[in-house]
């Protein structure tokens, strides 16, 4: 009679421990995004001041088996650390990583950004086609950013700026949709990016708007203010013919002359720029906006597109040319909701609530200052600290 061959317990054992370490192995995917930021920079704000790669807040992401296996996780990751959980993996078998062009906050709001408005296509950055872990544990990829080699769009910037913004400033909104879209506000490859229908048209012709921190989240300021007034816009301007024909030094010989600081138009406006108030508030608190978002409250060093928006200036009357009825400066507005913010100690939330109160969808050039005024008293706020906020910094123009 045949013997039978035994196994030692102990070696049985170890082949037990070896065959589970290949097949239940405990993996978490994180995921951050690669910047290529224009104004990255130290004295851009107190936040981003670098193009190294940042979390990807709540970034959509899909791991799945190669083959015929299964998926593994399709969904948004967590809104604060852009990771999935805790994944059963082995160091057998071969996976995919992808990400979208979308993230969910932890205040659900989501930012998306498309390829066009007409199709609504995000975009899919595959990280990893063949990714198998070695181990357990934490394995961190990253959204790979390099612009389109027609136009030079960068999604990645606009996913992780306004993901880092709607999760840092919300503004007391929930459950909203910031749509980005791959266009110009014209649509023809030569327009400015713009907010408009409800959506931002984050492309320009110059690439400027998509690949700086400020002009995101300028845009996603005037998506806060349409969506904090019941999706309405603001009634705004900008056509402002007084500083037309001055140039500096009064010197129009020259084959391009240069623009006095204060010279606006419909189609062009700037921050120094003089225009209906209208236009002015509506710049203003989108800058504003912006401003919070890379900012601290309070520490005295308040910075946006090299403006100083901390201290008061009365930018218009200082520097601009008559008229001044019914008019004001964008960054007159910035610093004066700068210092409403710190000085009446509202939240960000809070000023736009007063926005709201305002009614700004069917206001007047002549009335934006008395309908914030009135707001403001609604919120049962100083109007003497108010009214002085405004004068220092030249904004209350109008009829009030």
Known sequence: ??????????????????????????????????????????????????????????????????????????????????????????????????????????????????????????????????FTPAASGTYTFNY????DILDGFNEGNVLAVA???????????????????????????????????GAIYIDDENNIAQNNKTGITHEMGHAVGYKSNNYQNALHDYTDTGDDDIYEGDDDSSPTPTPWPCYSTSEGHHENSRELQRGAAVEGIAH??????????NDGDCWFRGLDCQDDEDYMHDICDPPFTN???????????????????LTVAEIFELWDLANPNNWTNASVFERLRNAADAMNLSLTLWDNLADANGVDQGVW
């Open 1 to 130: 009679m045949p013997h039978k061959k035994l196994v030692p317990i102990g070696a049985l054992v170890i082949l037990m421990l070896m065959t589970s370490s290949a097949y239940a192995l405990s993996v978490k995917i994180c995921f951050k995004i690669d910047l290529n930021l224009y104004d990255a920079m130290d004295e851009a704000g107190d936040y981003i001041n670098s193009n190294i790669p940042i979390t990807g807040y709540g970034i959509k992401a899909k791991v799945g088996e190669n083959g015929n296996g299964p998926v593994l996780f399709e969904t948004w990751t967590d809104s604060d650390t852009g990771c999935t959980p805790y994944l059963t993996m082995s160091s057998a078998k071969s996976y995919y990583i992808r990400a979208y062009s979308m993230s969910k906050s932890v205040d659900t709001n989501y930012v998306k950004v498309y390829t066009s408005s007409t199709e609504e296509y995000y975009f899919t950055n595959t990280l990893d086609a063949d």
């Open 144 to 147: 790979d950013n390099f612009p």
């Open 163 to 197: 993901s880092y913004a709607i999760r840092r400033k919300p503004a007391g909104l929930t459950a909203e949709w910031f749509k980005f879209y791959r266009e110009t506000c014209s649509g023809d490859g030569l327009g400015n990016a713009c907010f408009k229908n």
């Open 288 to 297: 504003f906006y912006a401003a919070s978002i890379w900012n601290i409250k």
């Open 327 to 345: 008019r004001a400066v964008e960054s007159d507005w910035l610093r004066f909701w700068w210092d409403v913010y710190e000085d009446m100690d």
